[in-house]
């Protein structure tokens, strides 16, 4: 038990100063490791709770910076998206399958942030109908696997590409409000066992403080390259949990 906390605490504290670098990566990180101890229902719940820590601690340091308009269309997608991931998690988040599909996607997401993320940035974030693919993409993904960050930042990107204390208070807002949505309904549901508590409770400490070097580290690192190291980091997890998979 002790090893496994020390574990957990280990991964919690390296996906929380990802993300309080670069804006992202805390769920990318944690569940690319923690669906080695936990099913994928566990994990999720446990990550969606512990990432509402993570966003608010640096919510809190960059609140003023929010700019609500570009969000609204994004965020009423990722909310339907939201409901039907809840009923996927709630009915197959115990299969070892799933575990297979987590993989599969992070091993996307790893080509995206090393071979297309740069390409993206030339897509015109006037479109109406980016924020709303995006929206319900990270919506879903993240409803399920808790790694719907990918969406959610090539669009707040494309739109405060000038701006990256909008675009992380954005992104921010973004994780308190649709992850606040999953972790109320399954809440409510009867989907939360009694040892997420414990984990949750040591975790608080491991993401505080994770997210206070981060966001100090902001204005020193390159954020580019922090996602870079984090895409490494993705892609061995992500190898390790398919070779698990069929071991």
Known sequence: ????????????LAGSFIQG??????????????PLLFTIKDSTLLVMSLSLVVAASIFMQLW???????LVPMLIAAFFARIGAYFVLSRYGELEVMQVYLGLFLLCVVIYLFFIADKASH?????????????????????VFAVGGPFFVVYLLLVFRDNKYAYSAGLQMTFLMTNGMTV????STGDISTDFFVYFAAGIFA?????????????????VNMRRIAGTVVFLAAVNLLVSSFI
């Open 21 to 34: 670098v670069s804006g992202f990566g805390f769920g990318l990180i944690a569940m690319s490791f923690l």
């Open 184 to 187: 109320l309904l399954h809440g």
């Open 123 to 143: 897509i015109q974030s006037t479109s109406r109908w980016i924020p709303v693919l995006l929206g319900l993409g990270g919506g879903f993904i993240g409803g």
């Open 64 to 70: 003023k910076h929010v700019q609500w308009k570009p």
């Open 1 to 12: 038990m002790i090893m496994e906390l020390l574990f957990v605490l280990a991964v919690l």
């Open 207 to 223: 993401v505080l403080l994770g997210t206070r070097l981060g966001v100090y580290c902001f204005r020193f690192l390159s954020p």
